[in-house]
Every structure is written in structure tokens, then in C-alpha cells.
């Protein structure tokens, strides 16, 4: 799956409307490879993204980011991340 096609299966994913629970569980499987593996290429398109989805910034509230990622992006992201959205407890918190 090259990167334009899983950040086109993340707004997929979206646009279901997913609940807060399938949000977080896609964290692990859809939010942190995406931005893990692919963020040289898709970070800006994400960032887009983002500003205006609520869900993904629910689903983001639940990611840990990879160290590899800078922490300038990591913090970019995490940014947009509304309280009311904050789903996961903030990056990196243990449960």
C-alpha cells in the first residue's frame, strides 16, 4: 500500500463514522503506521486532514508515534488534538 492509498483508507475508515472505541482500536492499526512509516509523505496532507476531522483527532488522542518520528511532528500532531476530543488520555499515558 504505497502512502496516498492508506492515508485514502484512513479517510475511508472516517468516513463509516466510526464510534470512540473503534477510533482508538484503528489508533494501533490505522493512525500510527500511517504517520510511523509515512510521515515524510504525508504529513501536510494529514495535517489538512486533521483541522477538520474530529474523528481523527479522536483516533490520534489514542496513537503512541514511534521515536523515529520527529518531535516536532509528533507535537504538531498532537496539537490539534481539542480536550473534548481527547479520547486517549493524551500520547504516551498508560491506561
Known amino acids: 500500500m504505497t502512502p496516498e492509498e492508506a492515508l ?5 475508515f472516517l468516513d463509516t463514522e466510526p464510534d470512540d472505541d473503534a477510533l ?18 504525508t504529513e501536510e496532507a494529514f495535517i489538512a486532514i486533521l483541522a477538520v476531522r ?9 496513537c503512541d508515534f ?12 498532537y496539537g490539534y488534538v481539542r480536550p473534548e476530543e481527547d479520547i486517549g488520555q493524551g500520547p504516551g499515558t498508560d491506561l
Do not use: Q
Open 8 to 12: 485514502a483508507f484512513a479517510v475511508a
Open 24 to 41: 482508538c482500536s484503528a489508533a494501533l492499526t490505522i493512525g500510527e503506521p500511517l504517520i510511523d512509516w509515512h510521515w515524510k509523505v
Open 54 to 62: 474530529p474523528g481523527l483527532r479522536k483516533m490520534v488522542s489514542c
Open 66 to 77: 514511534d521515536d523515529a518520528v520527529p518531535e516536532a511532528v509528533r507535537d504538531r500532531i
